[in-house]
């Protein structure tokens, strides 16, 4: 074999330059993804860890024994810096009449208690809203990155067989680069979609499990206003 044969340049900066248009086009398409990819699931991390330590401090501060009516204006106050149990929590604001003048003893109204459960069903579907937004995009990048990788890999393919065809010569200078442009873009759909896949999960299971947290809060504080209005009857 002629050493000439071998001596083929296959570095990556290379392979994508010679590309052909419609592989470059998936190889710059996936690298896109990949990115976009990993800024949601860095944001996704923070915003997670954010969500539960709030989410702590206010369930530490509901159950430390002050009266709803306290708790609600600590609420109020903190609202713009504080989580989803937060918000969930002061969804009480529905459960609470006015005080007539002079008076701090709540004051509930008729049907309040449904009043109050429709409103942190709201309160709970919006907050599993805010932390679900972005991942459809993880889940497309994990379900269709191999594919549009496989499209780059069978394009890569063509092109080195029409090489082949158009040089008449099958040694490895003609052949090589068409297919690893072709494993190159195989590889780049994995490296998008594993990673993609991997961090929807996760992060699905920690909605789900914060959606939990705040049903069961709800669940609890709709059992402690019904005692609530038990006793003011």
Known sequence: MNPSDVAV???I???FMNAHFVVKLVIIGLILASVWSWAIIFEKFFLFAKTRKEADKFEQVFWSGQSLDELYQLGAAAEHRHGGAVRGGDARVEALDRRESGDRALKPMPGVQHRVEKVMDVTI???VE????RLTFLATVGSTAPFVGLFGTVWGIMTSFQAIAT??????????PGIAEALFATALGL????PAVIFYNKFNSEVARHAARLEGFADEFSAILSRQIDKTT
């Open 167 to 176: 040089s008449k010569n099958t040694s490895l200078a003609v052949v090589a």
């Open 191 to 194: 490296l998008a979609a594993i």
């Open 13 to 15: 900066f290379h392979l």
């Open 125 to 127: 579907g919006r907050e």
């Open 9 to 11: 340049d296959l570095s």
């Open 130 to 133: 805010r932390l679900e937004r």
